[in-house]
Structures are given as C-alpha cells and as structure tokens.
C-alpha cells in the first residue's frame, strides 16, 4: 500500500513536471523569425556609409536599395539598413551583430554612437560577459538589435518593419510625417511606448526596395 502510494505521488509530481515543461513550452514567444527588418541609423557627425556597412555586415549598394533620397550630406539624417530579424532563444525578436572594440570603447559609446542607439547599456551588458569597466580593446562583443515581423491582430497589411530609436525632440506627430506611417497605427503597433520620451525603440511598418509596404506573411 504504502509503496503504491508512493508510486502514485511519484506519477503525480511526473505529471506536474510535464505540465510545466509544456506550459513552460506554450510560453514561447516567437518560432521563427522574417527574411529580415530595418535599423533605422541616425547618422552621427563622421560616420559614413562605408562605416555603417561594416558595422552591419551590409554591403553598400544593398544598403541604398532601401534609401532612395540619401542625400550627399547624410550627416544627421537617418539610413535604413536591412538585417535578418531572428527569434532568439525562442524568446523575442532581434539580431545580435558582432562588433568588433575599438580603443577606448565602452557599453555607452557601443549602444550609444556605434549602434546610434538601436540598443542600450543595459541589453549589452546583459549579452556580454564583460564588466561595464574591462572591455578589452580588439575583442568581438554581442549587440542584439531588436526587431518585429508584424502582429496579425494589429493588420495583415505590414510584415516590414523599421527598428527606430526615438530621439529627444522626435514625437508621434513627428515619426509618423518622417515615415509616412498614420500615428494611430503607429500607437497600435507600440502599445506601452512613450512617443514622448525622445529614447527607447518603437517599431514602425516599413517599405521594401520597391517602395511598398510588403504585407505580412502568414506561417
Ligand atoms: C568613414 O568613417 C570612418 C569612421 O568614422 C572613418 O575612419 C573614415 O575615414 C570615413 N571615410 C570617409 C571616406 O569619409
Ligand atoms: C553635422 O550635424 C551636426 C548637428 O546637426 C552639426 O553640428 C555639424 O556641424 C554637422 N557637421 C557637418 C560636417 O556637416
Ligand atoms: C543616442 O542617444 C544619446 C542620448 O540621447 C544622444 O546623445 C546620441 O546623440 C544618440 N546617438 C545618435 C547616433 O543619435
Ligand atoms: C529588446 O527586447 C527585449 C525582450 O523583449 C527587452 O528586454 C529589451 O529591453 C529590448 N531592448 C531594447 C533596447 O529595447
Ligand atoms: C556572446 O554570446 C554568446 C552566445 O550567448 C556567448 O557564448 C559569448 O560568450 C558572448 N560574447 C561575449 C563577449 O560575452
Ligand atoms: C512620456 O515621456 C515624457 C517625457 O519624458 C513624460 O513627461 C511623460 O509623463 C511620459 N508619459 C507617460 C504616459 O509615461
């Protein structure tokens, strides 16, 4: 009786076990990812495209494919640059870029110059085993990008989307006259994003070479 029983709990707590593991499992955020998203690149003062295809692993021409008016001077002014938007660790939408330090470098001037904030300190120090101190000169370094494939109960209309780091100033009224994406869509895609905190990502529907909004594609 008493070895029954035991048994019984034993069955019990596999039951419970599995149970977890397949909650845990239906807890997958994404499966799969898109053929690939858009950073959106604020230009800072001496980066040039020849920098931003290296930082991305984008050649040039694949670059300018998707900006059609980069003007002579891009100093301040945003590129688009595609990259391939994977589900990592079955958990979320992103891509992590190998950068390789410079002298001096640090999480700030990574995510904040770098990267033109299309991370942050935060999300590098967690991908990295480097202290925020010590980061070797010449050493390859994680930088995950976010980024988003659409949302099927939003519209099946966009599956192309364009990472965007707000920048102080840069309001919905702002974004949404920038990219030609109507504001209130641009609200329902970022529910829990302030449009006013001039920092953070939002991610806005975006068109493709040919200058269309690809419609999402249903797996
Ligand atoms: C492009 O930018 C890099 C990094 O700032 C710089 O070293 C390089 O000289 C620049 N190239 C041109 C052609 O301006
Ligand atoms: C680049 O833009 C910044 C900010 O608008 C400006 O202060 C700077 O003079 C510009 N540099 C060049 C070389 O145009
Ligand atoms: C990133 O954000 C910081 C803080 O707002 C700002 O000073 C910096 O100019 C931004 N970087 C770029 C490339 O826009
Ligand atoms: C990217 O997404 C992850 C997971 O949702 C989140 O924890 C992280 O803060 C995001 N990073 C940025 C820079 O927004
Ligand atoms: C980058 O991420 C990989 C995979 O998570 C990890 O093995 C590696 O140690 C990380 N690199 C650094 C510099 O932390
Ligand atoms: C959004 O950010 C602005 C500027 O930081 C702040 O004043 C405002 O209270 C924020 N709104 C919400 C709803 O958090």
Not at 6 to 15: D, P, S
Not at 52 to 78: H, K, M, W
Request: charged share 15%.
């Amino acid at each position: 009786m008493i070895i029954l029983a035991e048994g019984n709990i034993h069955i019990k707590f596999l039951a419970f076990y599995v149970f977890l593991l397949l909650s845990f499992k239906a807890k997958a955020k994404c499966k799969t990812g898109c053929n690939f998203a858009l950073a959106s690149y604020h230009v800072w003062e001496g980066a040039n495209l020849t920098y931003i295809s290296n930082i991305f692993g984008q050649q040039v021409p694949e670059i300018l494919q998707y900006n059609r008016q980069v003007l002579r001077d891009y100093n301040g002014t945003r590129i688009k640059v595609p990259f391939s938007c994977d589900c990592l660790n079955g958990d979320f939408l992103g891509h992590t870029f190998t950068y390789i330090t410079q002298h001096d470098d640090t999480y700030n001037t990574i995510a904040e110059n770098a990267f033109a904030n299309l991370t942050t300190v935060e999300w590098l120090s967690r991908v990295n085993v480097y202290a925020p101190t010590q980061i070797p000169d010449k050493v390859p370094i994680n930088v995950t990008v976010n980024c988003s494939c659409g949302n099927r109960h939003v519209s099946k209309d966009y599956g192309l989307f364009e990472t965007y780091p707000l920048r102080p100033g840069e309001d919905l009224s702002f974004v949404a006259v920038e990219t030609g994406v109507p504001a209130g869509l641009l609200v329902t895609y970022n529910r829990g994003s302030n449009f006013s905190s001039g920092n953070g990502l939002v991610f806005v529907p975006a068109r493709d070479q040919n200058g269309n909004f690809p419609p999402l594609k249903l797996r």
